[in-house]
Nanobody, 121 residues
Framework: VQLQASGGGLVQAGGSLRLSCAAS????????MGWYRQPPGKERELVAS???????NYADSVKGRFTISRDNAKRMVYLQMNSLKPEDTAVYYC????????????????WGQGTLVTVSS
């Protein structure tokens, strides 16, 4: 099982970026998918998450600016980031809680490799 994130880059404050993450491999089902971020010198934090049914949860700092969505058929999760601020600068990681076909008794957390988002002022 792998998660592959893409879409990071350098953007000016006020701009937009869209992150994508694809889950691949022998997956039985995917429960919650989400995005976390780790700013320089800080702990990793939840940005947004979405259940298989489409229920979403956002960090207060991104509410109204970021939108998480997913395509269950494609096993993709997206993060549309608008009105970006310098404090959004971080490495963004996608996460999926899923049941692999090789271990159907429980779910596991998997992480993507991280993609850097830099917002200049």
């Amino acid at each position: 099982v792998q998660l592959q994130a893409s879409g990071g880059g350098l953007v000016q404050a006020g701009g937009s970026l869209r992150l994508s993450c694809a889950a691949s491999g022998n997956i039985y089902s995917i429960n919650v998918m989400g995005w976390y971020r780790q700013p320089p010198g800080k702990e990793r934090e939840l940005v947004a998450s979405i259940t298989s049914g489409g229920s979403t949860n956002y960090a207060d700092s991104v509410k109204g600016r970021f939108t998480i969505s997913r395509d269950n058929a494609k096993r993709m999760v997206y993060l549309q980031m608008n009105s970006l601020k310098p404090e959004d600068t971080a490495v963004y990681y996608c996460n999926a809680n899923l049941i692999p076909e090789t271990a159907l008794r429980r779910s596991y957390d998997y992480w993507g490799q991280g993609t850097l988002v830099t917002v200049s002022s």
